[in-house]
């Protein structure tokens, strides 16, 4: 069944939405979260580092970064870095994110499979990203398949780096609960707190796929329809 190009716009004007929305309940749960205190007044960096500890990964350094949400482990340097406010603040989104980001480490340490396949892929979704859109947009302007199908090529390079990325955070997500259960850094009173900004981290990687393939979608509705 081939769907009319009304159809389609309407399919990526939904995604469009429904990944603003995510995006917009990211910062509301973790702004809510990260104004609670955590029950054992531990900070972000210290549960990092307990986490790392446990797992025997005692080559990661933990460093505070500027900014808001820009958590990240950084596998070439094993560098673990923490925005400001988690890296130094008790509260339960710094402790769910800091834990999320040892995760990472983690799995680095293991040589996962899963981050593995990411770290192949990213210079492909690098290349899609920086060049994609202007080949896509040139082949639609000049009327030539040729340069739209190396853009559509460039644009699934990325598309396939997003969607491999879901199980990588997700599988994080899963050790950042688990390391807090056992190191007993958690309890059922701020489990359901941990367990939301975990979500909504996660998921606003599905919403970022989601918009690629509906960008992707509409550009070619657009080629369809002219």
């Keep these: 069944m081939t769907l009319s190009t009304t159809t ?6 939904a995604a469009f ?20 205190p955590n029950t054992h007044g531990v900070t972000g960096a210290q549960v990092a580092a307990a986490i790392l500890q446990k797992n025997g990964v005692h080559h990661v350094v933990i460093q505070p970064t500027p900014g808001r949400l820009t958590d990240h482990y950084d596998p070439q340097k094993d560098i673990l ?38 770290r192949f892929l990213v210079p492909a979704a690098a290349l899609g990203s920086r060049l994609g859109p202007m080949i896509v ?5 000049t009327g030539s398949d040729t340069i739209l199908r ?17 199980p990588v955070e997700f599988n994080a997500s899963r050790r950042a609960m688990r390391n807090l259960r056992e ?12 367990e939301r900004v ?12 989601a918009t690629t393939i ?7 509705a657009g080629r369809r329809s002219v």
């Excluded at 389609?8 to 004007?13: E, F, L, R, T």
């Excluded at 509260?91 to 996962?112: F, K, P, R």
């Excluded at 509906?214 to 070619?220: E, R, S």
Aim: glycine share 6%; net charge neutral; aromatic share 12%.
């Design 137 to 141: 947009m040139a082949g639609l302007f």
């Design 17 to 36: 939405l429904a990944s603003w929305l995510v995006k917009r309940w990211l910062k509301t749960t973790y702004a809510k979260w990260s104004r609670i």
């Design 81 to 118: 870095r923490l925005s400001a406010a988690n890296f130094q603040e008790a509260s339960v989104a710094a402790i769910a994110v800091s834990a999320h980001e040892a995760g990472h480490a983690m799995q680095d340490a293991s040589n996962d499979i899963r981050l593995r396949l990411r």
């Design 183 to 194: 190191l007993g850094l958690t309890d059922p009173e701020q489990e359901e707190g941990i």
């Design 198 to 209: 975990l979500t909504a981290a996660a998921f606003t990687y599905v919403a970022g796929a």
């Design 214 to 220: 509906a960008y992707f979608a509409t550009l070619f």
């Design 8 to 13: 389609v716009y309407i399919i990526a004007g």
């Design 150 to 166: 190396v853009g559509a090529f460039l644009l699934a390079g990325m598309v396939v780096f997003q969607i491999a990325t879901l």
